[in-house]
Every structure is written in structure tokens, then in C-alpha cells.
């Protein structure tokens, strides 16, 4: 808002309000999140919740969005919204697993809550994937190391680095770079969670 008010070029590494008028690169949540909907829907989940840190990310509405999207399977979208605790993503779970139809499909936003929802999932005896299917939003190295694998979503920081770059050289060479967001779909690597 600083650089906005003050008429200063900059780019944004991550995602600006839509009000914002700041050109930004950022993963492409909302793609990724539609995307992961259909992976659970081949696999035979059709409740899904959608475990997220609530406070109002833009990537986090955005994800919200682009879960709920595509959910016409007679379900609404189920947003799981906690406070970053342990304590609290548990609370979530188990008010979810005492609706009348409970969620079998779980995404996760976060790689450290994914651990913990999916620790959570066996520790209460769910038979991965078949009863419960996780798939995380994000990435990350330890990620590597817990089995069952976990279906998630990596971006290519190389490539990342490079849109930024290419958009800052385009600033310092002809002035401010374009308004419109530059969004990039991370891969999805399937595991054995979904």
C-alpha cells in the first residue's frame, strides 16, 4: 500500500489484494485447489474440507475459491478455518467427522498441518487413502520423509525466480511492469495419500 500510495515501482512476490494495483507473482492457489477438488473426485471422495489458517491471506481466499468452485457434487464446500494450533486444527477435525455426512477428502494448507492432519487421520485408525484421502497444498523437503507418501503440490523455484526476474528487468528497462498477476501452476506429484 506504501509503494501503491507513493506512485513507486515494485513487484510483489506473492498476492496482492484485488483491490491492490501492484503487479505480483505467486503460486497459482486457486488453480491448484479446483485442480486438487478433481483428484479427490476420481478417487471416490466427493466431502471434501478445506483445512486453512484463518486471517485473510489473498492466496488462502484464493484457494478458498478455487475449492469451491467445483464442489456441485450436492456437498457444500466445507472450510475447515483454524488458528495455526495444534490444539485447534483437532478441534476442526472432530467437529467435521460429527456431521451427518463427514468429510473423507482433506486439503491441506500448510505443509506442517498437513503432518499434523494426517497423523491425526491415523492415529484415529482411517485407512489411507481409501477412507480418508489428504492431499497438501504446499510443499515441503520433510515432506519426503513421511510415509504414506503425501499427494501435494511443488513449484519450481527456479521457474519462480525467473518470472520475478524477467518482471523486474522489464521495470528497470521500460518503466512499470504490467498490473496483471502473474500466476504460476505448481506440479502435482501424486503420493499414496489420494
Wanted: hydrophobic content about 40%; some cysteine.
Amino acid at each position: 500500500q506504501w509503494f501503491q500510495e507513493r506512485k513507486l515501482p515494485c513487484l510483489v512476490a506473492g498476492s496482492c489484494a484485488p483491490d491492490n494495483s501492484l503487479p505480483s507473482v505467486d503460486i497459482d492457489h486457486q488453480a491448484a485447489c479446483r485442480h486438487a477438488v478433481g483428484v479427490f473426485r476420481r478417487s471416490g471422495h466427493a466431502r471434501l474440507a478445506l483445512v486453512i489458517p484463518a486471517g485473510g491471506l489473498v492466496g488462502d481466499a484464493e484457494s478458498e475459491a478455487g475449492f469451491g468452485e467445483t464442489t456441485e457434487s450436492g456437498f457444500p464446500p466445507l472450510i475447515l478455518r483454524h488458528d495455526g494450533t495444534a490444539e485447534n486444527i483437532v478441534r476442526r477435525l472432530e467437529s467435521s467427522l460429527q456431521m451427518s455426512s463427514p468429510p473423507t477428502g482433506f486439503l491441506v494448507a500448510r505443509s506442517a498441518h498437513v503432518l499434523m492432519v494426517l497423523t491425526w487421520l491415523l492415529r484415529r485408525c482411517f485407512r489411507i487413502p481409501s477412507q480418508a484421502a489428504v492431499i497438501s497444498r504446499d510443499d515441503d523437503a520433510f515432506l519426503d520423509f513421511v510415509t504414506p507418501r503425501v499427494a501435494r503440490y511443488r513449484s519450481n523455484p527456479v521457474i519462480f525466480a525467473r518470472r520475478v526476474s524477467h518482471a523486474v528487468l522489464q521495470m528497470a528497462r521500460s518503466g512499470p511492469a504490467p498490473v496483471r498477476p502473474i500466476r504460476l501452476m505448481p506440479r502435482f506429484l501424486p503420493g499414496e495419500t489420494v
